[in-house]
């Protein structure tokens, strides 16, 4: 759980710490930018953005029923990222898998692809994808979805 607020409890920290010396220096204007910069970037990189995440088990047997996508994704992940906010909307009509938080959910991403961590990787049907399209998911999804 603590690595996946690592970076945006960093990014806090540090803004706080600089926004304050700012501040000191006689720089308040400044000072606030710099630490709204630092919690929006905190913000973006946390998990506060994505849908709830799910086990991947979990994942695997909803997907078997409905037929909805699962997406593995990890905080910090800029293509993740991309991905998120692309789907916009649609993201929630998506099974959401973090892998720093579901051990079963890595090893699924792992056999995906030769050993290696890489995502957002999509399982539609059962077939991996990895770092797909987001124009090519967002069109995939059935409007019953």
Not at 44 to 55: A, D, E, N, Q, T
Not at 63 to 84: E, H, N, Q, T
Not at 95 to 110: E, Q, S
């Amino acid at each position: 759980m603590m690595r996946v607020w690592l970076l945006p409890i960093l990014f806090v920290l540090s803004g706080s710490l600089i926004a304050a010396g700012r501040i000191a220096g006689g720089d308040p204007g400044g000072g606030v930018v710099l630490l709204l910069v630092f919690l929006l970037l905190a913000w973006v990189y946390s998990p506060l953005i994505f849908p709830k995440s799910i086990g991947a088990l979990e994942a695997q047997r909803r997907s078997a029923v409905d037929g909805r996508p699962i997406v593995f994704w990890r905080p910090g992940c800029k293509y993740c990222m991309r991905l998120r906010i692309r789907l916009g909307r649609s993201a929630h009509r998506l099974y959401w898998v973090n892998i720093w938080r579901d051990p079963d959910g890595a090893a699924l991403v792992r056999a995906a692809n030769d050993g290696n961590e890489t995502v957002p990787t999509v399982f539609v049907d059962g077939r991996p994808f990895t770092n797909p399209d987001p124009r090519w998911v967002r069109e995939g999804l059935s409007p019953s979805v």
